[in-house]
């Protein structure tokens, strides 16, 4: 099967790192592989990949395994392999500078101290589509509390963070039907009352 859109979530391998914000986009594209009955991810382009169906089209869901900071590797290997233009190419990110629940999807932009976009902004360029996943930010802006805190599991009740990875999931959905435009129109709105 022809690969039509590549999604991408972004995390850290291993067990200590499960649970916690920075692996929010892990988590987001596990939802989607069990939602749409994915087979098992196999090893393949410095992570772990799985080929499927949303509403439709043709996606790969991968999560690189080459830790945060090398996520651009695996990502470039993907897009050379399938041939997926860089606006169908979805990465899904944790994001400090939103209130925890909230999203955002957005083509371009800069990597917001993010290692994992800066290392794929430095080998695709910046031109690919995202969707932030508000998980708040610490009280200190000291690089060591940031990563402290977004490596640390979610503050959060589990069943709050649960919900967040599902509307997360609804909106790759959305994205994926839609296109960029149409899907950020309905999600980007802030919330009603």
């Known amino acids: 099967m022809a690969v039509e859109a590549l999604v991408v979530g972004l995390g850290n391998p291993g067990r200590p790192y499960e649970g916690t914000p920075h692996n929010v986009g892990y988590a987001v594209v596990e939802r989607l592989a069990r939602r749409?009955?994915?087979p098992r991810a196999?090893?393949?382009?410095?992570?772990?990949?799985?080929?499927?169906?949303?509403?439709?089209?043709?996606v790969l869901l991968l999560e690189p395994t080459t830790f945060m900071n090398l996520s651009g590797r695996s990502v470039a290997a993907a897009l050379r392999a399938t041939k997926v233009a860089a606006d169908r190419l979805l990465v899904v990110h944790d994001h400090?500078?939103?209130p925890f629940g909230r999203l955002r999807l957005a083509a371009g932009g800069g990597s917001g101290g993010h290692n994992g976009l800066k290392s794929?902004?430095?080998l695709i360029g910046?031109?690919?589509h995202r969707l932030r996943v508000g998980?708040?930010?610490p009280p200190s802006t000291d690089p060591d509390v940031v990563a402290d805190y977004v490596l640390s599991p979610f503050a959060e009740p589990r069943a709050e963070v649960?919900?967040?990875?599902?509307?997360?999931?609804?909106?790759?959905?959305l994205w994926v039907e839609l296109g960029l435009e149409e899907a950020a129109n309905r999600l980007n709105e802030p919330p009603a009352g």
């Open 126 to 128: 910046p031109e690919y």
């Open 162 to 173: 649960e919900a967040l990875v599902e509307r997360a999931a609804d909106a790759v959905e």
């Open 42 to 58: 196999k090893r393949a382009y410095d992570g772990r990949a799985a080929e499927g169906r949303i509403a439709g089209v043709a």
């Open 120 to 122: 794929i902004s430095g």
């Open 96 to 98: 400090i500078d939103l």
């Open 36 to 38: 749409h009955g994915y």
């Open 135 to 137: 998980v708040d930010r």
